[in-house]
T-cell receptor, first 112, second 111 residues
Framework: KQEVTQIPAALSVPEGENLVLNCSFT??????LQWFRQDPGKGLTSLLL?????REQTSGRLNASLDKSSGRSTLYIAASQPGDSATYLC???????????FGAGTTVTVRA | ETGVTQSPTHLIKTRGQQVTLRCSSQ?????VSWYQQALGQGPQFIFQ?????ENGRGNFPPRFSGLQFPNYSSELNVNALELDDSALYLC???WGLGGYTFGSGTRLTVV
């Protein structure tokens, strides 16, 4: 059974600081890994999708890396802004099943 | 390109009642999956439909059931509602091995 862990559970930083969010998974047999953002009480917004054959993906201030063999992914957010305050979730799609397995998320607060 | 649309956005039901949640998938996506998200937790997989057939199910009892229609829209039905069914229900659509697009969710409160 795939287990996904996100550390830390919560993070508070001053505006302008770079953010580093970690995600680890127990089964390395994955098709892809996806990072999502969730605002309170809202749905999930996809940020980045990394296929298992890729090492990283970038979009604007966001960069996500994937080390499949060690079961780890890291989301970097450069020069954080108050608008980046949200919960960030990582999810992996396994090779053997039909579902996304999610971590519990990291709740980020960026202080102005 | 339309996204994933869910209805209703909020719902209050009494314990023991039945509820139907609806989802319209993103254009071009033939797979729909449903997730339950309790407060403070990550979403949990309920089931997935591909071409109108259920092709995967999580650890949820049979009172959770679903349908997918020829236009790839979907319904989630929950019978005999329990207080613990109170959660945010998320619908996601996908195609092949691509990423998932989620809707805004339906907040279900069981009283």
């Amino acid at each position: 059974k795939q287990e996904v862990t996100q550390i830390p559970a919560a993070l508070s930083v001053p505006e302008g600081e770079n953010l580093v969010l970690n995600c680890s998974f127990t089964d390395s047999a994955i098709y892809n890994l996806q990072w999502f953002r969730q605002d309170p009480g809202k749905g999930l917004t996809s940020l980045l999708l990394i296929q298992s054959s890729q090492r990283e993906q970038t979009s604007g201030r966001l960069n996500a890396s994937l080390d499949k063999s060690s079961g780890r992914s890291t989301l970097y957010i450069a020069a954080s802004q108050p608008g980046d305050s949200a919960t960030y979730l990582c999810a992996v799609k396994g090779e053997e099943d039909y579902k996304l397995s999610f971590g519990a998320g990291t709740t980020v607060t960026v202080r102005a | 390109e339309t996204g994933v649309t869910q209805s209703p956005t909020h719902l209050i039901k009494t314990r023991g009642q039945q509820v139907t949640l609806r989802c319209s998938s993103q254009s071009g996506h033939n797979t729909v999956s449903w997730y339950q998200q309790a407060l403070g937790q990550g979403p949990q997989f309920i089931f997935q439909y591909y071409r109108e057939e259920e092709n995967g199910r999580g650890n949820f009892p049979p009172r959770f059931s679903g349908l997918q229609f020829p236009n790839y829209s979907s319904e989630l039905n929950v019978n005999a509602l329990e207080l613990d069914d109170s959660a945010l229900y998320l619908c996601a659509s996908s195609w092949g091995l691509g990423g998932y697009t989620f809707g805004s969710g339906t907040r279900l409160t069981v009283v």
